[in-house]
């Protein structure tokens, strides 16, 4: 029995030696945490301080309630500022969004008085010069009429049809 006791205390020993640094680390962790809420506190404290004299150094504070990443919340756009200069898209209207162009469509117009839909299929008639002369940039609501394009084979030879027509 003598050296079950004495294998007995030697383990007990080497474990003591090895959780002695987990126990110091443990104590000052607890003694940490003390430490830990009275800074939090005087943070706290200093918030709206440090918040006032910021823009003073030039340094940025987080604004309260501001999200961290990831998608933002849903808020309202602000409304554009209108500047000098060429304006893109759309025409603005008097009575807000108006219907599309094009006769018999009903979508509310987005870019040159087309919806998004017929918008696309104006630049591509523009781009492969087959471009209507009735469709026109801002075009009245429901005063075009909508074109039928081709498909497959036959758009095929449209379109050389009208690269033959371009390049003479």
Same mark, same amino acid.
């Not at 006791?5 to 110091?24: G, T």
């Not at 823009?55 to 309630?65: E, M, S, Y």
């Given at each position: 029995?003598?050296?079950?006791?004495?294998?007995?205390?030697?383990?007990?020993?080497?474990?003591?030696?090895?959780? &002695?640094?987990?126990?110091?680390?443990? /104590?000052?962790?607890?003694?940490?945490?003390?430490?830990?809420? +009275?800074?939090? /506190?005087?943070?706290?404290?200093?918030?709206?301080?440090?918040?006032?004299?910021?823009?003073?150094?030039?340094?940025?504070?987080?604004?309260?309630?501001?999200?961290?990443?990831?998608?933002?919340? &849903?808020?309202?756009?602000?409304?554009?500022?209108?500047?000098?200069?060429?304006?893109?898209?759309?025409?603005?209207?008097?009575?807000?969004? +108006?219907?599309?162009?094009?006769?018999?469509?009903?979508?509310? +117009?987005?870019?040159?008085?087309?919806?998004?839909?017929?918008?696309? &299929?104006?630049?591509? @008639?523009?781009?492969?010069?087959?471009?209507?002369? /009735?469709?026109?940039?801002?075009? &009245?609501?429901?005063?075009?009429?909508? @074109?039928?394009?081709?498909?497959?084979?036959?758009?095929?030879?449209?379109?050389?049809?009208?690269?033959?027509? +371009? /390049?003479?």
């Amino acid at each position: 029995m003598s050296v079950d006791k004495a294998f007995r205390e030697m383990i007990r020993n080497e474990i003591e030696v090895q959780l &002695k640094p987990l126990r110091a680390v443990i /104590s000052r962790i607890e003694a940490g945490t003390a430490d830990l809420e +009275s800074l939090r /506190s005087v943070a706290e404290r200093l918030a709206p301080v440090a918040a006032a004299m910021a823009p003073l150094f030039g340094a940025q504070v987080a604004k309260p309630g501001k999200r961290g990443p990831g998608r933002p919340a &849903k808020v309202a756009a602000p409304a554009p500022v209108v500047t000098g200069g060429k304006r893109r898209g759309r025409k603005p209207s008097a009575g807000g969004a +108006s219907e599309c162009a094009i006769i018999g469509c009903g979508s509310p +117009s987005r870019t040159k008085g087309y919806c998004a839909a017929h918008y696309q &299929k104006l630049r591509m @008639l523009t781009k492969t010069n087959r471009r209507p002369d /009735s469709w026109v940039d801002y075009a &009245k609501p429901n005063s075009v009429e909508d @074109l039928k394009l081709p498909r497959g084979r036959a758009a095929a030879k449209a379109l050389a049809q009208a690269k033959e027509g +371009s /390049s003479t």
